[in-house]
């Protein structure tokens, strides 16, 4: 159990430290959510690979706690994106807000499935 945790940890905290240079250099007045989005759909992308390298066996129980389940999870992060949807709401920009929404959530559902059987074909 400690070896599991420490790749969560140090999976995790490579993550965040990635989602933290993602908001320093995609810093925009324009789309204050274009990090997060970045992140998450990459994030996402990453997880689906991951999956499926580890249900081809290509990718070990340790290998995926570490990449799939810490650096994935520091990664991404769903607090942000609902703070910022907050945010739009609160400004009243529903539109933004929507968008915001609908495009994480497909983004998201595709990078998965792209990134999934891109994983079965690779191995």
Known sequence: ?????????????????????????MNTDQIKWLPTIM???L???????????SHKNI??????ILLG???CGGLTTFSTFSVDLFKLTNETNYTG?????FL???????A???????GKQIA
């Open 1 to 25: 159990m400690i070896k599991q945790l420490l790749l969560v940890f140090i999976g995790g905290g490579l993550g965040c430290v990635i989602r933290f240079l993602f908001s320093v250099w």
């Open 43 to 53: 994030g996402c992308f990453l997880l689906g690979l991951f999956l499926s390298f």
């Open 39 to 41: 992140a998450n759909v």
């Open 112 to 118: 998965v499935y792209c990134a999934y059987h891109l």
């Open 69 to 71: 389940i810490g650096f």
């Open 104 to 110: 994480t959530i497909i983004l998201g559902y595709i």
């Open 59 to 64: 990718l070990d129980n340790h290998g995926y």
């Open 97 to 101: 807000a929507l968008l915001y929404l």
